[in-house]
């Protein structure tokens, strides 16, 4: 969804556009909302801007190279998948705190075309945002664990003499 943006808009099913409209109405995203320029100017979220890119160049395809990895069970990619789920953690909490921080709606706030948000919004965003976050994190220490499990059993082998 938040990557609707970088696609040429007759690529997007209309159904798939009426649902991403329908979604900043009712949770007035300041991020995506802002992207697109709801609220005006959007030079202030650069930093989210990048992370998009991020999502679309790094995130995406390695998500498709982790579903490989996990269903042939290839533990060469384990540190990738670390690496993956502790980035998207990272912009995820970066996207957390934003919307934490993000002032609460008020008519001046609407009327200056502002993103501001009330609290039901708030919460709802939160409950968007948190299960990508935390499922980014348990991937992240799920792989790096097991990254680290297998780097001990090489340097095992390795100390043993019974790797060249």
């Known amino acids: 969804m938040d990557l609707q943006p970088f696609y040429p808009q007759h690529l997007v099913p209309t159904a798939m556009k009426r649902w991403f409209t329908n979604y900043l109405i009712m949770s007035r995203d300041p991020?995506?909302?802002g992207v697109v320029g709801n609220f005006g100017d959007s030079a202030h979220l650069a930093w989210f801007k990048t992370?998009?890119?991020l999502e679309f160049i790094f995130q995406t395809p390695i998500f498709v190279i982790a579903m490989y990895a996990l269903y042939y069970n290839k533990r060469t990619y384990y540190p990738l998948l670390a690496i993956y789920g502790?980035?998207?953690a990272t912009t995820t909490l970066a996207c957390l705190v934003h919307l934490v921080q993000t002032?609460?709606?008020t008519p001046a706030i609407i009327k200056a075309g502002l993103a501001g948000i009330t609290?039901?919004?708030r919460m709802l965003l939160l409950g968007g945002y948190?299960?990508?976050?935390?499922?980014?994190l348990v991937v992240a220490i799920d792989f790096g664990?097991?990254?680290a499990k297998l780097i001990h059993?090489?340097?095992q082998i390795e100390e043993e003499g019974k790797w060249k």
Do not use: H, I, M
Not at 130 to 136: M, N, V, W
């Open 31 to 33: 991020l995506v909302g």
């Open 51 to 53: 992370f998009l890119y």
């Open 145 to 147: 664990w097991r990254s």
């Open 130 to 136: 948190t299960p990508f976050f935390l499922g980014a």
């Open 103 to 105: 002032p609460e709606s």
């Open 119 to 121: 609290n039901d919004q």
């Open 153 to 155: 059993k090489a340097v």
């Open 86 to 88: 502790a980035q998207s």
